[in-house]
T-cell receptor, first 114, second 112 residues
Framework: EPEVTQTPSHQVTQMGQEVILRCVPI?????FYWYRQILGQKVEFLVS????????KSEIFDDQFSVERPDGSNFTLKIRSTKLEDSAMYFC????????????FGPGTRLTVT | GENVEQHPSTLSVQEGDSAVIKCTYS??????FPWYKQELGKRPQLIID?????GEKKDQRIAVTLNKTAKHFSLHITETQPEDSAVYFC???????????FGAGTILRVKS
């Protein structure tokens, strides 16, 4: 069964540094998402992406964040200047089409900002 | 925007007993309600979902019920087993987008 994959599994970075988290959604999926989960808390929506543009973003997704689909398979989340409070698990998700709704999650990238 | 409340935050049951987790949502137009199971350090995995035009759905030991009038939905797990121990999240999808709005999660412990 196809799965969403993410790299790296764990990223440690210093405050102020840029990080890029990478995701490979399921190949025939059209909608892509990033969520984050601070340790012990609920999963929070960051951004959704369709047809090479952002379709929705949350208030968390400020100017420090950006997303890109640089080629036909990868979907990336960039944080320009990381802060301590960006430390969290970041999940990528995808689904085939909007009416289908079911979102498949990747294994996550644990981001630790020191 | 949509807000999802989930109760209880922790639930301990004896193996073989039933477990019920409840969620309420605020946007009456939300139309899709999935339940995810998350084991420690793992990704959320969809276990069952329900759309707003259906009142109940069952899959073996797991069932979900939806009450649109009251804006709440519940997860029912029967004959619980130790491997059911995990964090369970409910979620709702508002009609104006495709994002999932999650509840705070329920830690389910099944004691053998």
């Amino acid at each position: 069964e196809p799965e969403v994959t993410q790299t790296p599994s764990h990223q440690v970075t210093q405050m102020g540094q840029e990080v890029i988290l990478r995701c490979v959604p399921i190949s025939n999926h059209l909608y892509f998402y990033w969520y984050r989960q601070i340790l012990g808390q609920k999963v929070e929506f960051l951004v959704s992406f369709y047809n090479n543009e952002i379709s929705e973003k949350s208030e968390i997704f400020d100017d420090q964040f950006s997303v890109e689909r640089p080629d036909g398979s990868n979907f990336t989340l960039k944080i320009r200047s990381t802060k301590l409070e960006d430390s969290a698990m970041y999940f990528c998700a995808s689904n085939r089409d909007a009416p289908s709704y079911e979102q498949y999650f990747g294994p996550g990238t644990r981001l630790t900002v020191t | 925007g949509e807000n999802v409340e989930q109760h209880p935050s922790t639930l301990s049951v004896q193996e073989g007993d039933s477990a019920v987790i409840k969620c309420t949502y605020s946007d009456s137009a939300s139309n899709y309600f999935p339940w995810y199971k998350q084991e420690l350090g793992k990704r959320p995995q969809l276990i069952i979902d329900i759309r707003s035009n259906v009142g109940e759905k069952k899959d073996q030991r797991i069932a979900v019920t939806l009450n649109k009038t009251a804006k709440h939905f519940s997860l029912h797990i029967t004959e619980t087993q130790p491997e059911d121990s995990a964090v369970y999240f409910c979620a709702a999808t508002p009609p104006y987008g495709n994002k999932l709005v999650f509840g705070a999660g329920t830690i389910l412990r099944v004691k053998s």
